[in-house]
């Protein structure tokens, strides 16, 4: 699904050239099984056509314009970001908790006796795989972020400062602690004398989102300059991305890139299959000043659950959040089969169907779920069937193969029927 060799930039006057060296940089995108986790992270908005309001601008290329991107140093910033999903897939909200508590094991749901906290982060941050959500995001540095989900009447805020992260759900009135996880930026010292580091959890604003969409600048891809835009406030340049390859569910991605510090404002992509944006993700307010200091401090409010993530896992009230039993078989090495957008992960689960091993102790409003996602197929490879998203498609097989991409029913059947 994503591209590892030289850009094709086209500019304006329709030159076309390669992305110097330094900015070739590896195309990998992780390509999560599971469908609704794939969901999560894919990205996209609306495009911005041309209108008479559209400022004008100093002429740019497209390889000037990514330059400008991959240049920017904006660390400090604030400000309200909208996203709105559209993967033509359930509400992951409906279908068992505010958490996506559905796809827990029968027993185990958020806030029960078994269950975990309502502010454990990893089935809020799901909620944003569907519907419409309004997010208030501050950044200083890689030691301070802070993400708050707004709802009408309650929210849920995810805070990281130096190596201490909480979250607290205000509608639950619970509180979540853990220890920022080892390995990423923005580390702090534990009191064990190692690193503890930012966690890794999905893109929040257009900036995280445009940084990985550039990866997959490369041969298979056309990269042009379309136009300006306002956005939040300021002027911006549109930069559009297209695969060259047939068989992608990527229609196109357009980024509104700030014309003043290089920082995307806003994010969009298109499915190939045509209709509205898959996810829109875009400022609608941002401020690039130092956020005060205060904005990263969190205590529990009085009266509130706390839950320490240690604990958590050590009594087994996160047991929400874990994968169904007989999932973890999915984890295997991937094999990248193919190519640029067309490029397909294979899982070999080891002749256990990954469809049976996961809807077994599934709940009956996610086996619900699954089934409007799927399609039955047969090939060469003998039978299976095909999860489906507007962007991102699992092939599951009567074996126990796995084949997931942002490629079409077509192509997935067509690898599955090649590979056998």
Known sequence: MAPNDSAQITGENGETGELPAGRRRAARYVVPVAVAGVAAATIGLVPALAAAGDPELPKISAQELIEKIAASETEQLSGTVKVKTDLGIPAIGGLGGATAGAFAPKGGTDGGEKGGSAAEPTGRLMELASGEHTLRIAADGPGKQRVSILDSAAEYSLIHNSGEVWAYDSASNEAYHAKAPAGAKGSAKGEDGKDQAVPKDLPATPQDFAREALKAAADTTSVTVDGTARIAGRDAYQLVIKPKQDGSTVGSVKVAVDSETGTPLKFTLLPSSGGKAAIDVGFTKVDFSKPAASTFDFSPPKGAKVTEADESKATGRDEAHKVPKGAEDLGTEPNVIGEGWTSVVRLDTGGKS??????????????????????????????????????????????????????????LVKVANEAK
């Open 354 to 411: 990954p469809a049976g091993a996961v809807s077994k102790d599934m709940p009956a409003q996610a086996q619900q779920f699954m089934d409007a996602l799927g399609d039955k197929v047969e090939g060469k490879f003998g039978s299976g069937m095909v999860f489906k998203t507007r962007l991102v498609n699992a092939l599951m097989t009567d074996d126990g193969k796995v084949y997931v991409g942002a490629v079409d029913k077509d192509t």
